[in-house]
């Protein structure tokens, strides 16, 4: 069955510093894999999607993730995090022919001034 | 262009008390989601429609949730009676489904409906 993992439910960084948030998925086949995030009290917005093709993948507000096949992974990555970023990351594997997204616990970021 | 439009925002009831959600997609977009999302969880589906057709409702108590997606463009998801489980997020999405094809279905979601039951 699928499954997504996020092992960090928490993390806090300072401003200005790197940020990377971990996703595992398991899927039997090549999985279709997104990033949302979800601001309080606002609904998930995309921040990025990987179908196939390069592996890494260009987002909005700066973001990127890398498909790593091998280790069952689409960790996001920002180099430098802004106050803004604070919020709750979503990562999901979506299931072709389905339309079926299944999501993860979620991460979520604290932004240090 | 618009994105997805959820009413109400916030809904507080008794238990016992029905309720209804509704939602309005991206304009030309077939396919339309509602998923649940409890607190401190991912969003999880409860009912997808493709068009007026309900294609998957497995995740969908039956016994009090219903939901209905008439003309094939808005949507309105009801729970009756509510249980105090049954407090949460209702999130709505759409995606261009089968007309985009798999690479074309990018879900994106509204603001979602936060109910809570007293």
């Known amino acids: 069955a699928q499954s997504v993992t996020q092992p960090d439910i928490h993390i806090t960084v300072s401003e200005g510093a790197s940020l990377e948030l971990r996703c595992n998925y398991s899927?039997?086949?090549?999985?279709?894999l997104f990033w949302y995030v979800q601001s309080p009290g606002q609904g998930l917005q995309l921040l990025l999607k990987?179908?196939?093709?390069?592996?890494l993948v260009q987002g909005i507000k700066g973001f990127e993730a890398e498909f790593k096949r091998s280790q069952s992974s689409f960790n996001l990555r920002k180099p430098s995090v802004h106050w803004s970023d604070a919020a709750e990351y979503f990562c999901?594997?979506?299931?072709?022919?389905?339309?079926?997204?299944?999501f993860g616990t979620g991460t979520r970021l604290k932004v240090l001034a | 262009e618009a994105g997805v439009v959820q009413s109400p925002r916030y809904k507080i009831i008794e238990k016992k008390q029905p309720v209804a959600f509704w939602c309005n997609p991206i304009?030309?977009?077939?396919?339309l989601y509602w998923y649940r999302q409890n607190l401190g969880q991912g969003p999880e589906l409860l009912i997808r429609?493709?068009?007026?057709?309900?294609?998957?409702d497995s995740q969908l108590p039956k016994d009090r949730f219903s939901a209905e997606r008439l003309k094939g463009v808005d949507s309105t998801l009801k729970i009756q009676p509510a249980e105090l489980g049954d407090s949460a997020v209702y999130l709505c999405?759409?995606?261009?489904?089968?007309?985009?094809?798999?690479?074309?279905?990018?879900?994106?979601f509204g603001p979602g409906t936060r109910l809570t039951v007293l």
């Open positions: 999405a759409s995606s261009l489904g089968l007309a985009g094809g798999p690479r074309e279905d990018t879900q994106y």
């Open positions: 899927y039997g086949a090549t999985p279709y």
């Open positions: 990987y179908f196939s093709g390069d592996t």
């Open positions: 999901a594997v979506g299931h072709l022919g389905t339309y079926k997204y299944i």
């Open positions: 304009s030309g977009h077939n396919t």
């Open positions: 429609y493709e068009n007026e057709e309900a294609v998957d």
